[in-house]
């Protein structure tokens, strides 16, 4: 699009020239017969040959537009983007044309009227100066502080910048003559004077630079800080735009009247996405403290939501749950009362889209079976995730460490909001003693998966010595005899 644009515009700069080009050659080569034709035409006070020079000066000047228009170009498109990597300036080219134009102007005028004196006209005009400089008092005042935010560079295209006591915030998308036009985020355009900006404090946070936010929330006094400072950390070091550069610092800002208040300071790799990344982590703080038991100190609701967001199942919460696990495959031979035992012993977990539930090579000791919403595994490869598969409802997972002893095999990653149930290592062992069969079934769903890890998903029927292998494993690792 951008390309067909500017070779239009060559197009039609070629063709401007050539026509320009044209009219020069033929006003010089008939100046002649055109002088003796005004002479014996026209009748009027004018001097057939001012007529002509008048020609001559809006034809030249034609062409010096052309050329000033061409070096423009050269200089700023190629030469200063290539050099210094990024746009001129609007006002810096403007200024380029308007003096570059004016100095060619000067020179055909003086060459084609040599008897105007325009020292004396420039000089006889002061009074005239005087008033042209009072009516665009403001015009100027803009222009003159156009050209030091331009010397200054305080900001450029692209930074976020917040503007006198009012801070008006927004993206700044242009400096021209006049205004410096920022976006807001509420996708509104502002237009400041130069004027103004240059007499205002502005609080700039530059594009290439690490911005900071700072985001608070607050627990109960029963809550360790401890726990609360390295759970949210951890929940929102990953979070989309949040840089990997820097660790998010958590820290108590206060002890508040109902609660510790905490703040998080973060830093964002584009900071024009602020909102949604402050929301993004907020969003992030919830389904932590969701997991990990902590508390909001909403005095009234303190006790009762704590009971309720505890991870321990209530007798009303069990239906589902045992339906889920008895429609696990793996889970089929278990008998009702081993059903409803493990359901009492899994723990729900609630994770929000693109957070982890688990990463390649951590330590686990607990498998997880999906009870609400979707999950993507994803193995690393060169510092990219290659997805290995999408685990549904009532799929399960991490049973590969769970089982061997063996890390994290892969990173599984929630795809929307999903709620998943935790069953831990004892609760597993019982099992495996009243079922040897779940050993088997296990170690072929294992081989299996190892298999899509390796990147060879149709690699055949899973050989009996690998599964063997694994069941030997699992015997091991579980003290089975
Ligand atoms: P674990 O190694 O404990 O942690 C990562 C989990 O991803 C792993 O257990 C399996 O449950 C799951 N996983 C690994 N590979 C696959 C696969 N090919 N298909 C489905 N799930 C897998």
Redesign the pocket.
């Known amino acids: 699009m951008a390309r067909t644009r500017s070779k239009n515009r060559l197009l039609l700069f070629l063709i401007a020239t050539a026509v320009v080009l044209l009219f020069i050659y033929l006003l010089y080569g008939f100046e002649g017969g055109l002088l003796s034709y005004l002479r014996s035409h026209v009748t009027h006070r004018a001097q057939p040959e001012t007529i002509i020079s008048v020609l001559k000066l809006i034809l030249l000047a034609a062409l010096a537009y052309l050329i000033v228009r061409a070096l423009r170009a050269l200089l700023f498109n190629l030469i200063f983007r290539l050099k210094r990597g990024y746009e001129a300036p609007t006002l810096a080219r403007n200024i380029f044309s308007i003096a570059a134009f004016t100095i060619f102007f000067l020179l055909i005028f003086s060459e084609l009227f040599p008897q105007v004196n325009l020292g004396a006209l420039f000089t006889t005009s002061a009074i005239f100066g005087v008033i042209l400089g009072l009516a665009l008092q403001d015009t100027l005042g803009n222009f003159f502080a156009g050209i030091s935010l331009h010397a200054d560079r305080p900001f450029q295209v692209g930074d976020v910048i917040s503007v006198g006591q009012q801070r008006l915030t927004g993206v700044v998308e242009g400096i021209t003559w006049r205004a410096v036009k920022i976006r807001t985020f509420q996708n509104h355009i502002v237009l400041l004077s130069n004027s103004s900006v240059a007499k205002e404090a502005i609080e700039v946070c530059p594009r290439t630079n690490l911005n900071a936010r700072l985001v608070y929330f607050n627990t109960l006094y029963t809550d360790s800080p401890a726990k609360a400072i390295h759970i949210v950390r951890e929940a929102v070091r990953e979070a989309d735009n949040v840089s990997q550069k820097i660790t998010p610092i958590v820290r108590i800002r206060n002890l508040g009247e109902s609660g510790i208040e905490y703040e998080i300071k973060y830093w964002l790799e584009d900071y024009a996405r602020y909102n949604d990344t402050d929301a993004l982590v907020r969003q992030r703080v919830w389904y932590a403290f969701r997991r990990a038991g902590l508390t909001f100190n909403f005095p009234t609701r303190t006790v009762e939501l704590e009971r309720k967001s505890r991870t321990a199942i209530t007798e009303s919460d069990q239906g589902p749950l045992i339906e889920r696990l008895s429609a696990v495959d793996i889970f089929a031979p278990l008998s009702a009362e081993e059903t409803v035992t493990l359901a009492k012993t899994s723990v729900r977990h609630v994770f929000a889209p693109g957070e982890v539930v688990?990463r390649?090579g951590d330590a686990?000791s607990s498998?997880?079976v999906v009870h609400n919403g979707r999950v993507q595994?994803q193995?690393n490869e060169n510092g990219r995730a290659r997805p290995?598969?999408v685990?549904n409802e009532g799929?399960?997972?991490?049973?590969?460490?769970?089982?061997?002893g063996?890390?994290?095999?892969?990173?599984?990653v929630a795809l929307e909001e999903t709620e998943v149930l935790e069953i831990g290592h004892v609760a597993m062992k019982g099992l495996f003693e009243t079922n040897p069969d779940l050993v088997e079934a296990l170690s072929h769903i294992?081989a299996?998966?190892?298999?899509?890890?390796a990147d060879r998903?149709d690699g055949g029927p899973v050989q009996d010595d690998e599964s063997a292998g694994i069941i030997a494993s699992i015997r091991r690792f579980f003290r089975l005899s």
């Open positions: 688990i390649a686990g498998m997880f595994v193995v290995v598969a685990l799929d399960f997972f991490g049973e590969m460490a769970l089982f061997t063996e890390p994290r095999t892969a990173n599984v294992i299996e998966r190892r298999q899509g890890l998903p």
